[in-house]
């Protein structure tokens, strides 16, 4: 037999059809889970202060979508200037 042979050829031709189908597959079939309907609430939970897939125990300001950064306040417990000054004299 020579080396090109007929079963080889096409199997080479089969291997590279289906590379260029598993590549060519996530453009052709995208995510059907992945709507715009999804889309659009994973903005509005992460403008909100959540991540795209939850929303965490602390929030974070209202505004762009890729503004997940948390909150960061000052502490305002009993030792805090703000106690003192508004809420110790009650």
């Known amino acids: 037999m020579s080396p090109l042979s ?3 050829i ?3 031709g089969g291997l ?3 590379g260029y189908y598993l590549y060519m597959r996530q453009y052709w079939f995208p995510n059907p ?3 715009q309907g999804v889309q659009n609430i994973e903005d509005r939970f ?3 202060g959540g ?3 939850h929303t965490p125990a602390g929030g974070s300001k209202r505004g762009s979508s ?3 950064a948390g909150r960061q306040e000052v502490n305002k417990g009993p030792e805090s200037e703000h106690y003192k ?3 110790s004299d009650q």
Do not use: H, L, Q
């Open 85 to 87: 000054k508004n809420i």
């Open 66 to 68: 890729t503004d997940n």
């Open 6 to 8: 007929v079963p080889k």
């Open 16 to 18: 590279s059809g289906f």
């Open 51 to 53: 991540s795209p897939t």
């Open 33 to 35: 889970y992945k709507t």
């Open 10 to 12: 096409f199997m080479a």
């Open 46 to 48: 992460s403008a909100g």
